[in-house]
């Protein structure tokens, strides 16, 4: 039986746009799915702050929030990414993460991913975001990916080493993504790249 491509999708927290943090999710969604040959969709959620801010139940919330939430529910592989926000994630970041269903993540491989001013706070993905996806019983892959604004220029990642850690992200995770996708297939033991400087 032929399955069907594997579905990354990414979700940008910031409540801006442009934004730096959608191009690195957009930028680690590409990735993976170019690495996997599957399908890349990426979802900002600062068109939907007043539909998240409709009620405090999933139901009363509008359809495009409706259909971001399932799209993420129904994918194979996960890229979060938020701007730190007073040391942490968007208040719109876990706003929609509170919709989620409290078991839909369970098992599904995250990419944890974050842009902040400066090194500061680049700690939030392991100290704030991995915890979230621990509630929900997620796979979060080892290596977090965070950015600051030295990074970027225009919105665009300019910064060698970002890009590389991206690389390194993905070389990490895959084998890791592959068995846990399609076990039958990838049962091969997985081969890490280990670059000095990491
Ligand atoms: C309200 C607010 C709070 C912020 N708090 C922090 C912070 O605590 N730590 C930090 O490193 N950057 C902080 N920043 C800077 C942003 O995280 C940074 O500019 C980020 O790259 C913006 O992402 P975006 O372009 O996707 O919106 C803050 C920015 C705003 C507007």
Do not use: C, W
């Not at 957009?26 to 599957?38: I, K, M, S, W």
Request: aromatic share 8%; charged share 20%; glycine share 8%.
């Amino acid at each position: 039986m032929t399955r069907s491509p594997i579905s990354i999708v990414g979700v940008s927290g910031s409540p801006t746009h442009p934004s730096r943090t959608t191009t690195l999710v957009r930028g680690v969604t590409e990735a993976f799915a170019d690495a996997v040959g599957g399908t890349a969709t990426v979802i900002e959620l600062a068109p939907l702050l007043g539909e998240l801010g409709a009620g405090p139940f999933r139901s009363q919330l509008g359809p495009n929030v409706q259909a971001a939430l399932e799209a993420v529910e129904a994918a194979d592989i996960v890229v979060v990414g938020s701007p730190a926000y007073r040391a942490t994630y968007t208040g719109l970041f876990k706003l929609f993460f509170d919709h989620i269903g409290q078991y839909a993540l369970v098992d599904k491989p995250i990419v944890l991913t974050a842009t902040g001013g400066s090194e500061r706070h680049a700690l939030l993905v392991e100290h704030q975001m991995r915890p979230l996806f621990g509630f929900f019983q997620s796979l979060t892959l080892p290596l977090g990916i965070y950015g600051s604004e030295r990074d970027f220029e225009n919105y665009e990642i300019t910064s060698d080493d970002l890009k590389e850690r991206i690389q390194v992200s993905i070389s990490r995770t895959l084998p890791l993504i592959r068995s846990h996708i399609d076990p039958e297939t990838y049962a091969a033991p997985a081969t890490f790249a280990r670059p000095d400087a990491f």
